[in-house]
């Protein structure tokens, strides 16, 4: 197994446009959590989805949204991208959802110009 | 309000000495809490977790909710310890279900 798996590797946008990431847990696990690194700071929690519904969310602004998918895997997407958006973001999959143990992705590198 | 805090960016250690990474916690109720590494060049990975109570590569974590603390300690530092901890909570908040990582620590082991 490859682990989480997340695409694309590097995103370049331009404020206003939006953005779709995708992400593949680790086979068998079932929650899928998304995480905005900014350079310098730790992992700041998005969103985290178990069983396709939403468990938990973050302070981030409704231009976040995302989804989770009947094979597990899911999608993040951020409308209206601004200058701040730009961070590495980062899936974590765990069996079921709470606070299991979450194993990371690589990270998708947003990057917003 | 949820937080971690985790008072140095960086500490430089020599191999063989003593390390203890600090993270102090605000949370209204019963958190759970984690130290997570990430070696250079790898993922972000689960160190421990205070619940399992293990020694992982000879690291230890003792939760002390009175002082609403969760430290990290290793009694003779390793050149391959060398990385990047983060102390993190998992709880609950309005909108469910809650992570809340702090800032990390930069832990550097000199030869």
């Known amino acids: 197994d490859a682990g989480v798996t997340q695409s694309p590797t590097h995103l370049i946008k331009t404020r206003g446009q939006h953005v779709t990431l995708r992400c593949s847990p680790i086979?068998?696990?079932?929650?899928v959590s998304w995480y905005q690194q900014v350079l310098g700071q730790g992992p700041q929690f998005i969103f985290q989805y178990y069983e396709k519904e939403e468990r938990g969310r973050g302070n981030f602004p409704d231009r976040f949204s995302a989804r989770q998918f009947p094979n597990y895997s899911s999608e993040l997407n951020v409308n209206a991208l601004l200058l701040g958006d730009s961070a590495l973001y980062l899936c974590?999959?765990?069996?079921?959802?709470?606070?299991?143990?979450?194993?990371f992705g690589p990270g998708t590198r947003l990057t917003v110009l | 309000a949820q937080r971690v805090t985790q008072p140095e960016k960086l500490l430089s250690v020599f191999k063989g000495a003593p390390v203890e990474l600090k993270c102090n916690y605000s949370?209204?109720?019963?958190?759970?809490l984690f130290w997570y590494v990430q070696y250079s060049r790898q993922r972000l990975q689960l160190l421990l977790r205070?619940?399992s109570r293990e020694s992982i590569k000879g690291f230890t974590a003792d939760l002390n909710k009175g002082e609403t603390s969760f430290h990290l300690k290793k009694p003779f530092a390793q050149e391959e310890d060398s990385a990047m901890y983060y102390c993190?909570?998992?709880?609950?908040?309005?909108?469910?279900?809650?992570?809340?990582f702090g800032p990390g620590t930069r832990l550097s082991v000199l030869p």
């Open positions: 949370y209204s109720g019963s958190p759970e």
């Open positions: 205070h619940i």
């Open positions: 974590a999959s765990s069996l079921i959802g709470g606070n299991n143990e979450q194993f």
């Open positions: 993190a909570l998992s709880g609950y908040r309005n909108y469910g279900q809650n992570f809340v």
């Open positions: 086979s068998g696990h079932k929650s």
